[in-house]
């Protein structure tokens, strides 16, 4: 089976704190890419990082950072000093490789930052 | 920048009226995508189309169709809209090459509600 579990329904913080967001999967293929999006209010969702099962370095571009482990099936996102332009649901989403772009998509983290 | 761009923000219709919501990218896609996003659901997949003509069933395909005359173009079907059809459908696409066919790009999304 395939799948993506995001526990974590809402969060809200306080502008400056840090926050992560939980991804779990579950799938049998050996190679797969994970992927997190944002949703901002206006709707669109934006790409914001794509990682392949033999790649478990961790990845940090600006405030952003992801945290990929395979033993414990988990792509688990920071966001450092949060800011009130964080808010947003955030998804994760699974693609195994060969699945002619069938992405599978966790049920999203609604984030909202408090100035 | 990849631009998908679809017909309509908001559209209500009545049940049993025959709904079509466009989608159109200018980027030379060959992929194109339409998802429908469900709170607490996240975003799941109603068809896809890898070419001109060519279409696959997602995972929830029931109640709609597609159609893909021009590759720029990719059309969602309602052929009689019911009221669990009330929904956020979203429209993406995404390239052939090898580096950069697993990026989806999404449109802004059109919220329909079937009265």
């Known amino acids: 089976a395939q799948k993506v579990t995001q526990a974590q329904t809402e969060i809200s913080v306080v502008e400056k704190e840090d926050v992560t967001l939980d991804c779990v999967y579950e799938?049998?293929?050996?190679?797969?890419?994970l992927f997190w999006y944002k949703q901002p209010p206006s709707g669109e969702l934006v790409f914001l990082i794509r990682?392949?099962?033999?790649?478990?370095q961790n990845e940090i571009s600006g405030r952003y950072s992801w945290n990929f482990q395979k033993s414990t099936s988990s792509f688990n996102f920071t966001i450092t000093a949060s800011q009130v332009v964080d808010s947003a649901v955030y998804f994760c989403?699974?693609?195994?490789?060969?699945?002619?772009?069938?992405?599978?998509f966790g049920t999203g983290t609604l984030l909202a930052v408090q100035p | 920048d990849v631009k998908v761009t679809q017909s309509s923000r908001y559209l209500v219709k009545r049940t049993g009226e025959k709904v079509f919501l466009e989608c159109v990218q200018d980027?030379?896609?060959?992929?194109m995508f339409w998802y429908r996003q469900d709170p607490g659901l996240g975003l799941r997949l109603i068809y896809f189309?890898?070419?001109?003509?060519?279409?696959e069933k997602g995972d929830i395909p029931e109640g709609y169709s597609v159609s893909r005359e021009k590759k720029e173009r990719f059309s969602l079907i309602l052929e009689s809209a019911s009221t669990n059809q009330t929904s956020m459908y979203l429209c993406?696409?995404?390239?052939?090459?090898?580096?950069?066919?697993?990026?989806?790009?999404f449109g802004p999304g059109t919220r329909l509600t079937v009265t």
């Open positions: 993406a696409s995404s390239p052939l090459s090898e580096k950069e066919r697993y990026e989806q790009y």
């Open positions: 189309s890898y070419d001109v003509k060519m279409k």
């Open positions: 989403a699974l693609l195994n490789d060969g699945a002619t772009n069938k992405l599978i």
């Open positions: 980027m030379d896609h060959e992929n």
């Open positions: 990682r392949n099962s033999f790649d478990e």
């Open positions: 799938t049998r293929d050996t190679t797969y890419y």
